[in-house]
């Protein structure tokens, strides 16, 4: 299947600083990518979808000034979390889906994900 | 609008026996059902899709799932199930109509394999 890199796998920082994380589809162009959030032993939730060239959709309840999405190329998208807070902390994982990535009819392909731990 | 549901938190089975996890799903039409796997601080990883044709879908590492249109259900199983098998489990699905949107995803089914 198609691969999805993400990074970084872990980060920490100061609250009130900026992390940004990256999401790439190494072998096919990603015309679409998603950003979720996940707390520990919970499903997925969505926050963005993020269409290359065009500015991402937000899910209700997701601060979009907090959560900068960026989804410059067919193959790169970064979500910046802005002036970071604990409650911030959380596994962010992102997906990609595009025409020679599986199409409509196919699956998603998921980043590894990404463990924020705001102090 | 499309849901899904596991409705086990949680399923036990001892190594070498035959498992099982449950999803429902409600969708307008004909639904594009998917499970993922996900080990602990991983992303997601695809084990098999129904889209059409053969109700009883084939998947990575031995799995397999059952399209059951009269019972809107695509339960996961395994005839035979290995310690290395214990992870967390989601169900998902498409609405067909939905083009490249995201899957719309249970809550996870954590199986735990006894050895």
């Known amino acids: 299947g198609a691969v999805v890199s993400q990074h970084p796998s872990w980060v920490i920082c100061k609250s009130g600083t900026s992390v940004k994380i990256e999401c790439r589809s190494l072998?096919?162009?990603?015309?679409?990518m998603f950003w979720y959030r996940q707390f520990p032993k919970q499903s997925l939730m969505l926050m963005a979808t993020?269409?290359?060239?065009?500015?991402?959709?937000?899910e209700q309840g997701v601060e979009k000034d907090k959560f900068l999405i960026n989804h410059a190329s067919l193959t790169l998208s970064t979500l910046t979390v802005t002036s970071a807070h604990p409650e911030d902390s959380s596994f962010y994982i992102c997906?990609?889906?595009?025409?020679?990535?599986?199409?409509?009819?196919?699956?998603?392909?998921f980043g590894e994900g990404s463990r924020l731990t705001v102090l | 609008a499309q849901s899904v549901a596991q409705p086990e938190d949680q399923v036990n089975v001892a190594e070498g026996n035959p498992l099982t996890v449950k999803c429902t799903y409600s969708v307008s039409g004909n639904p594009y059902l998917f499970w993922y796997v996900q080990y602990p601080n991983r992303g997601l990883q695809f084990l098999l899709k129904y889209i059409t044709g053969d109700n009883l879908v084939k998947g990575s590492y031995g799995f397999e799932a059952e399209f059951n249109k009269s019972q809107t259900s695509f339960h996961l199983k395994k005839p035979s199930a290995l310690v290395s098998d214990s992870a967390l489990y989601f169900c998902?699905?498409?609405?067909?109509?939905?083009?490249?949107?995201?899957?719309?995803f249970g809550k996870g089914t954590m199986l735990l394999v006894s050895p």
């Open positions: 997906s990609a889906s595009g025409l020679a990535g599986g199409g409509v009819t196919g699956e998603l392909f």
């Open positions: 998902a699905v498409r609405d067909p109509n939905s083009g490249y949107s995201t899957l719309t």
């Open positions: 072998d096919f162009q990603a015309t679409t």
């Open positions: 993020s269409n290359e060239g065009s500015k991402a959709t937000y």
